[in-house]
């Protein structure tokens, strides 16, 4: 019993990584479209659409069903299909010579639906323009056709996120990344305090263990997000508000450690430093959770961009993302307490050295 109550959080914290690196690399990603093409189309014309999907697998079904929609209203379903490969078909959809709305184009989802692979689309996928305007018998062609009795696919997978494509997997990493850095940073001001009361002498200690970790997966947080954003955005640092905020706060976590060692008066130097902690995990609030969502951001849950929804993760995502979080926390925990450990063993051979 005292061993798993010592070493259980451990056991578990590694379990629970070496469980969303596995999952994490191995779960394929569901059905989705790479590309669609032409991109555009005048009024009453024969579309011939050359689609390229990703993981599907077309060969192996014979009721593929093709969609264009321009909302839930209105849609108009494909004349034919024909596949190449599993990966690519060709649709024939004849373009009505109204558009069922006002403007003078509009761009259109393309939804692929089989037994097999189940549903899936692609937003924006087709831009339709019209020369003139009848209402009327735009609503007419628009609305003869309905999407009806979608299939859900038939294996296990994270979703196929546009853009994203396989990076989405880096999901379970740098985003654990800085929640074990923020809970880090959290416990380190919390004996920070206990350290500036004087109701725990190691107090100062305990703070540079857990703040070295925290900023350890701070800058691995940095590293994953740059990696990840110049596949996604093109450049590995775009100015995007929120790289900005956390470049930031992690340059005010490692001002803490150069504020640690300008002191030779280790009472002093544990004082001074443990106040200037508390002042940094304050400024972590607004840098990190305000100051992004006030200016338009590339970030999810920043500028009016969700986060941690549906969009962003389904229930398959959750199954790892959430193991992954308590995860890397625990191992970071762990780290801290090793090294903790290292400085309480340092201290005391200088103190023997001393005598």
């Not at 056991?11 to 994490?24: E, T, W």
């Not at 060709?90 to 069922?100: N, Q």
């Not at 018998?137 to 859900?152: C, M, N, Q, S, V």
Request: with cysteine.
């Amino acid at each position: 019993m005292q061993f798993l109550k010592t070493y259980g959080w451990k056991l578990l914290g590694v379990l629970l990584v070496l469980y969303s690196l596995i999952a994490g690399l191995l779960l394929p990603l569901k059905p989705g479209i790479l590309q669609v093409g032409p991109a555009s189309f005048g009024p009453d014309t024969l579309a011939i659409l050359h689609v390229t999907g990703y993981n599907t697998r077309f060969t192996q079904s014979t009721d593929t069903r093709v969609w264009l929609k321009l909302n839930d209203e209105f849609m108009i379903k494909a004349d034919s299909v024909s596949v190449l490969d599993d990966n690519r078909i060709v649709v024939s959809i004849h373009i009505p010579p109204f558009l069922p709305v006002p403007e003078q184009s509009v761009d259109c989802a393309i939804i692929i639906d089989n037994s097999v692979d189940g549903a899936f689309v692609k937003p924006s996928s087709i831009f339709l323009r019209q020369d003139e305007k009848n209402l009327e018998l735009g609503f007419a062609y628009w609305r003869k056709d309905r999407i009806e009795d979608l299939h859900t696919g038939t294996y296990m997978g994270f979703p196929y996120r546009g853009i994203l494509e396989e990076t989405i997997r880096n999901t379970y990493y740098h985003v654990p990344m800085w929640f074990g850095m923020i809970f880090l940073f959290l416990f380190s001001l919390f004996y920070s305090i206990k350290y500036i009361r004087g109701s725990d002498p190691w107090g100062a200690e305990k703070t540079r263990a857990l703040n070295k970790v925290g900023l350890l997966f701070g800058i691995l947080g940095l590293i994953t997000g740059a990696i990840w954003a110049k596949f996604t955005w093109n450049a590995f640092w775009s100015m995007d508000v929120k790289q900005n905020m956390a470049a930031i706060a992690t340059l005010i976590y490692l001002a803490y450690f150069l504020l640690y060692r300008s002191f030779e008066d280790p009472d002093k130097r544990d004082r001074v430093t443990s106040a200037y902690n508390i002042f940094a995990f304050v400024t972590l609030i607004p840098l990190l959770f305000i100051i992004p969502r006030m200016t338009d951001s590339l970030h999810p849950g920043n500028g009016g961009n969700p986060a941690m929804g549906g969009e962003d993760l389904d229930h398959i995502m959750r199954m790892v993302f959430y193991p992954a979080v308590i995860g890397w926390t625990l191992l970071g925990f762990w780290m801290a307490e090793l090294v903790y450990r290292i400085q309480v063993i340092q201290h005391r051979i200088s103190e023997h050295q001393q005598e």
